[in-house]
């Protein structure tokens, strides 16, 4: 195996940090819908399995609040009933179970058939969503409002942190709660997804009427969690700081750029985090082959066996991939624009994703058309995903917008050179090649102004330019691979701004 760093948090370190919690630790109830492995639908999921851990390694008593999906039921050890709600909604029983999910205390909803949903929690089988999302989310953050006087397991939490708009009427149903409350923080993942319901549904969910205004949840005429949790919130924090100043403006806003800007001081951007457990190519037991910064011997092995899967042929040129939901927001229709340059400059692709019928289509025509040189996976896969990012070269990631972007962070860690759309989180972290930064060592990957198929050419001409240069080529993916996205960083941001709350929290 070659001599590398090894993984800063293992589980063995949680349990140590678990076991030394100070004397008052700070409590926080983490309100959110996915967890990998059990059940992901997206970067969130591996935002809230990797963020906790790092807030237990911290010493903050930080427990998860979760629906009772079928998955997570199945992923959860040592559950027991710790209380039975009598929820406003009509004549649902809601009973909690607390349990771990690999080693993290969790909070799991029970609520008759309302949870059981085998699949998405989001959408239908056809990709519609589920008439009662109203219903779902609304009992959810009633849930996590219900620990604030601390009857729940004898546990009150300091503060409340919810995930998107699915937790989005938490710091309302706190907000309208008379007396002491936990103070409530509320983080965007992707400001795209709003929750908006008629207005008939306001009756339904048991807040004061006056909420149903402009200076509350209401926004344009419907009920909007969003905005709810924008609007409640005692502070907002996106999962990139550019996002965080983009959302503000118009043409990134979604509408929500003025409730943003009117709450500009109380918003702030962390970035993400990496779980290098599972993303490091050094302990990766999924890849063909074992390598780390110093000694990438082994990732020619992976791209060896990527050629073999999916039938590329052997070739001196790059490998790009793409590994992506397929929506417009990912931009994977300027791939399929650019895809014809790329390959008559001597390179292949490899795509994995799934989503828009009308782009999984246009993949698999792609496939047909250019066999031999394009390798197409529909559907989701995760083990696939380290093989992928193991066995190219460059990924591709030119997403019109992005809160954060996890694949880009893989990628560096895996020494396969972001090539990236300007924005969000991806300009956060993937710092271009340009001739300065080859002088002091500083480039990262490839970017590009402007969501365009012209910014993507020109910026993957550089990438082929790079190539043909194969020590310099070496010198950025070293440097791509010695960079540090992990948790611990974030973790302690998170952590000191639940510190700043907690005198709120009354
Ligand atoms: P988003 O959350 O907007 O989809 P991110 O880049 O933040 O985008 O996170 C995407 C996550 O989902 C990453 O862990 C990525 O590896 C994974 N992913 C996306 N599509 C697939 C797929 N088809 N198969 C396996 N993993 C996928």
New binding site residues.
């Given amino acids: 195996m070659p001599q590398c760093v090894l993984p800063w948090l293992t589980s063995w370190s949680i349990q140590r940090a678990l076991a030394k919690r100070l004397p008052d630790p700070l409590r926080v109830l983490y309100v959110s819908t996915e967890l990998?492995p059990a059940l992901?639908?997206?970067?969130?999921?591996?935002?809230n399995a990797a963020l906790p851990k790092a807030l237990l390694g911290l010493g903050v008593d930080i427990r998860l609040l979760l629906p009772a999906y079928p998955a997570l039921l199945q992923a959860a050890a040592g559950l027991r009933p710790v209380a039975q709600l009598r929820s406003p909604f009509g004549d649902i029983e809601v009973r909690l179970l607390y349990g771990q999910i690999d080693s993290v205390p969790v909070y799991l909803i029970e609520a008759g058939n309302l949870y059981q949903r085998p699949d998405n929690p989001y959408v239908d089988g056809e990709g519609r969503d589920w008439p009662d999302n109203y219903l779902q989310f609304a009992l959810l953050s009633w849930t996590a409002a219900s620990f604030a006087d601390g009857a729940i397991d004898d546990w009150r939490p300091d503060i409340v942190h919810g995930h998107d708009w699915h937790a989005g009427l938490a710091p309302a149903y706190l907000a309208a709660r008379a007396g002491a409350r936990p103070g409530s923080v509320f983080t965007v993942?992707?400001l795209a997804f709003q929750g908006a319901f008629p207005a008939t549904i306001f009756n339904k969910l048991a807040l004061p009427a006056g909420f149903f205004s402009m200076d509350g949840l209401e926004f344009y005429g419907n009920v909007n969690y969003m905005k709810s949790g924008l609007h409640f919130a005692d502070r907002i924090t996106t999962v990139s700081p550019m996002y965080s100043l983009e959302i503000q403006t118009p043409e990134q806003g979604f509408g929500m750029d003025g409730v943003l800007r009117a709450r500009a001081g109380a918003v702030c951007g962390i970035l993400?985090g990496v779980d290098y457990d599972l993303w490091n190519p050094q302990s990766d037991t999924t890849i063909a082959a074992r390598y780390c910064a110093q000694d990438a011997a082994g990732k020619g092995e992976c791209k060896h066996a990527l050629r073999a899967e999916f039938g590329l042929a052997s070739s001196g040129g790059p490998v790009f991939c793409v590994?992506?939901?397929l929506t417009a927001?990912?931009g994977v229709d300027l791939v399929l624009d650019a895809l014809p340059a790329l390959l008559r400059r001597g390179g292949q692709m490899v795509l994995?994703?799934?989503g828009e019928p009308a782009l999984e289509a246009q993949l698999r025509v792609a496939a047909a058309r250019f066999r031999g040189a394009v390798g197409v996976?529909l559907?989701?896969?995760?083990r696939?995903?380290h093989r992928i990012?193991a066995g190219s070269d460059v990924i591709v990631?030119p997403?019109r917008f992005?809160?954060?972007?996890?694949?880009?962070l893989?990628g560096l860690a895996y020494g396969t050179l972001p090539l990236v759309h300007h924005v969000g989180g991806l300009a956060d972290t993937v710092r271009d090649t340009t001739k300065e930064r080859l002088a002091a060592g500083t480039a990262t990957g490839f970017t590009f102004e402007g969501a365009t198929l012209g910014g993507l050419r020109e910026a993957a001409a550089r990438a082929f330019a790079l190539w043909s240069k194969p020590v310099l080529w070496e010198q950025v993916r070293r440097t791509a691979m010695s960079q540090q996205f992990g948790w611990a960083a974030p973790a302690r941001h998170y952590r000191d701004l639940y510190q700043d709350l907690r005198p709120v929290a009354q």
């Fill in positions: 990998y992901k639908t997206g970067g969130l999921a591996d935002v993942h992707n993400n590994i992506s939901r927001q990912k994995l994703g799934s996976r559907g989701y896969d995760e696939l995903a990012l990631v997403s992005e809160p954060c972007g996890l694949t880009q893989y």
